[in-house]
């Protein structure tokens, strides 16, 4: 199993970014994924979760801004973020397998991640 994520950097407040995960080594259409972050000194927290059937889930503070999507034929994952704020920067890290959507203890296999940061 491999998961690469791409598409961090640095941007304004206000600013969007798109975030990629590219995904190998495993069923990627019959597979729960998930968005996480991980700011300094603070715990990893689920942001998005997306179903094999297309059911999702966000947290509060990704509601509205960001939008989790999945191209099963490049079995790719993708982090659409809107309107970022300070607070969401962190390292943002895709995850496979996850039947508790923002769960992290629930996922198995996780990327490297990719930093994010918004000032």
């Known amino acids: 199993v491999q998961l690469v994520e791409s598409g961090g950097g640095a941007v304004q407040p206000g600013g969007s970014l798109r975030l990629s995960c590219t995904a190998s080594g495993f069923t990627f259409v019959d597979s729960d994924m998930g968005w996480f972050r991980q700011a300094p000194g603070k715990e990893r927290e689920g942001i998005a979760c997306?179903?094999?059937?297309?059911?999702?889930g966000y947290a509060r503070s990704a509601e509205g801004r960001f939008t989790i999507s999945r191209d099963n034929a490049r079995n790719t994952l993708y982090l659409q973020m809107d309107g970022l704020k300070p607070e969401d920067t962190g390292t943002y890290y895709c995850a496979r397998g996850g039947s508790g959507c923002l769960v992290a203890s629930q996922y198995r296999y996780w990327g490297r991640g990719t930093q994010v940061t918004v000032s």
């Open positions: 997306i179903k094999p059937r297309g059911n999702l």
